[in-house]
Nanobody, 119 residues
């Protein structure tokens, strides 16, 4: 059974940093794109960042460029999201995703981790 398990979320003040991790099990994703989405209650899920299998291609949603950094460790089957200079509008449930089918559509999704940024 394939599982993506996120960790690292929490409650922080504006300007702080958090590092999210997502460890995959059940299959390797070393040849697949992995990434992160986020969702606020009542709103659609929003793309945050993605990284290709070898890290050679990385994409970010405009509002997080320069503040968030995505990376991966294929030996650990893990993807990370380093979030700096957090803002209250970054508050959301963050979901790890793996194996992109098409733009913004992924086959595997984690259960999500809550990130709350207070002002």
């Amino acid at each position: 059974q394939v599982q993506l398990v996120e960790s690292g979320g929490g409650l922080v003040q504006a300007g702080a940093s958090l590092r999210l991790s997502c460890e995959a099990s059940g299959r390797t994703f070393s040849t697949d794109t992995m990434g992160w989405f986020r969702q606020v209650p009542g709103k659609e899920r929003e793309f945050v960042a993605s990284v290709s299998w070898n890290g050679g291609w990385i994409d970010y949603e405009n509002s997080v460029k320069g503040r968030f950094t995505i990376s991966r460790d294929n030996a650990k089957n893990t993807v990370y999201l380093e979030m700096n200079s957090l803002k209250p509008e970054d508050t959301a449930v963050y979901y790890c995703v793996a194996r992109r089918i098409r733009v913004n559509e992924y086959e595997y999704w984690g259960q999500g981790t809550q990130v709350t940024v207070s002002s």
